[in-house]
């Protein structure tokens, strides 16, 4: 059996039942500067964040010179309370699903047999204007950026992994940097099935992902190189380095994660080469998968260009 279940929620619009909104209020009345230092710092006593480096102002510090909280109006406050806790009720309410499912799998005595993964797109969005981009900035702790971006703010995102029979040590976490590419090759190490050669005669390229089954007996990851493009933004990482630009017109910025994990300390200038090499590694894979030609048309201006050009918006 294999289940994929897209919750639309939480995502644009902002909706829930105003009793589950309300319930959710009072927790976000602190304001984000408070809330933003306590998720810090119980990230970092759960052993969510496991080097020192960086703890302190940098981690905690609201990014893109944002407003503290006490520079806002009442107004500002409340429609940010608001947005927090309507956000915070979708999620819940996602959660008594999936809460659904595994009472189900439960049920019918699956569950210790079943693998779970669990996981989100990209970081949160900054679109709907100061408000919301204060939200997502307390939503990314301790990351920069945003969705669309390919900062850690844009892109990391926890995978949560539940399969009893397979994992003993629940709980516990597994550092080394997945990607979104390897959910495919993870499926089809657990069922035990090989990715077929071709379809309707014709040849199929292997997954670029690689199962994560190794992980689960705590072993580790052959290490490797990683590469992100969305809408410009681009990145590529490679052991602790990431080297990250904005968008196609933003110089590349290099960051040693193992001392700078939240992309603050921007050493591109003092390493000229390792930025010359990591791009030249970027430009490859660009190449290799069709990413150029780079351009910086919003997503929804993007189909449309698209659509008018070929007359065909599936294209």
Same mark, same amino acid.
């Given at each position: 059996m294999f289940l994929y279940i897209a919750h639309y929620a939480p995502h644009r619009p902002m909706e829930a039942p105003s009793d589950r909104v309300d319930r959710c209020r009072d927790r976000y009345r602190v304001g984000y500067d408070v809330l933003r230092r306590e998720r810090f710092e119980r990230m970092r006593n759960s052993g969510l964040i496991e080097n020192e480096a960086g703890l302190g102002e940098p981690g905690q510090r609201l990014p893109n010179d944002a407003p503290s909280w006490n520079d806002l109006s009442d107004e500002q406050r409340e429609r940010w309370i608001t947005e927090m806790a309507t956000y915070a009720a979708m999620v819940e309410?996602?959660?008594?699903?999936?809460?659904?499912?595994?009472?189900?799998?439960?049920?019918?005595?699956?569950?210790?047999?079943?693998?779970?993964?669990? !996981? +989100?797109?990209?970081? #949160?969005?900054?679109?709907?204007?100061?408000? /919301? @981009?204060?939200?997502?900035?307390?939503?990314?702790? &301790?990351?920069?950026?945003?969705?669309?971006?390919?900062?850690?703010?844009?892109?990391?995102?926890?995978?949560?992994?539940?399969?009893?029979?397979?994992?003993?040590?629940?709980?516990?976490?597994?550092?080394?940097?997945?990607?979104?590419?390897?959910? !495919? +090759?993870?499926?089809? #190490?657990?069922?035990?099935?090989?990715?077929? /050669? @071709?379809?309707?005669?014709?040849?199929?390229?292997? &997954?670029?992902?690689?199962?994560?089954?190794?992980?689960?007996?705590?072993?580790l990851l052959a290490e490797r190189t990683l590469f992100w493009e969305h809408q410009g933004s681009r990145a590529v990482q490679e052991g602790k380095w990431r080297l990250v630009s904005l968008d196609k017109e933003s110089a590349w910025e290099l960051y040693d994660l193992s001392a700078d994990p939240y992309e603050q300390d921007d050493l591109s200038q003092r390493q000229p080469d390792r930025v010359q090499q990591l791009e030249a590694q970027w430009n490859d894979w660009a190449e290799d998968n069709q990413v150029f030609p780079l351009e910086n048309r919003p997503w929804r201006s993007r189909i449309e260009y698209y659509t008018r050009k070929t007359g065909d918006s599936r294209q």
């Open positions: 309410i996602m959660d008594d699903g999936i809460g659904a499912v595994v009472a189900a799998l439960k049920a019918q005595g699956q569950l210790e047999n079943t693998l779970i993964l669990f !996981l +989100s797109d990209n970081g #949160a969005t900054y679109e709907g204007g100061l408000i /919301s @981009q204060l939200c997502a900035d307390l939503s990314n702790t &301790p990351f920069r950026n945003y969705k669309q971006f390919v900062h850690l703010g844009g892109v990391a995102s926890p995978l949560i992994v539940n399969w009893p029979d397979r994992i003993t040590d629940r709980g516990s976490y597994r550092r080394a940097p997945a990607h979104i590419n390897d959910i !495919l +090759s993870t499926c089809l #190490a657990a069922a035990n099935v090989q990715y077929p /050669s @071709q379809f309707n005669e014709m040849p199929l390229r292997k &997954p670029d992902g690689k199962s994560l089954l190794p992980t689960f007996e705590k072993d």
